[in-house]
């Protein structure tokens, strides 16, 4: 199994394996990532297990942030 996606829509993964809650992939390059609210380094070649919803077809851009949204509400 080798589908290439994008992980939070911005950077372009391998599926390699596919479970009922999990999937694991492997990063095609490198990229920053948040685990337990710490800045983690991810380099190409290295393999992640991730939730199947952080996942796209497609690349897409970012969602704004909280504080963006916030700013927007207050703005009407």
């Not at 199994?1 to 939070?8: A, L, P, V």
């Not at 394996?17 to 609210?37: H, M």
């Not at 497609?58 to 509400?73: M, N, S, T, V």
């Amino acid at each position: 199994m080798s589908n290439f996606c994008y992980y939070k829509g911005s950077y372009k993964v391998k599926v390699l394996t596919k479970s009922d809650g999990y999937w694991i992939i492997e990063a095609l390059e490198n990229f920053q990532d948040y685990v337990d609210y710490k800045k983690v380094t991810v380099k190409a070649g290295e393999r992640s297990i991730v939730l199947p919803t952080d996942l796209y077809k497609k690349k897409a851009p970012q969602p704004p942030i909280q504080e963006q949204l916030c700013h927007l509400r207050l703005a009407k």
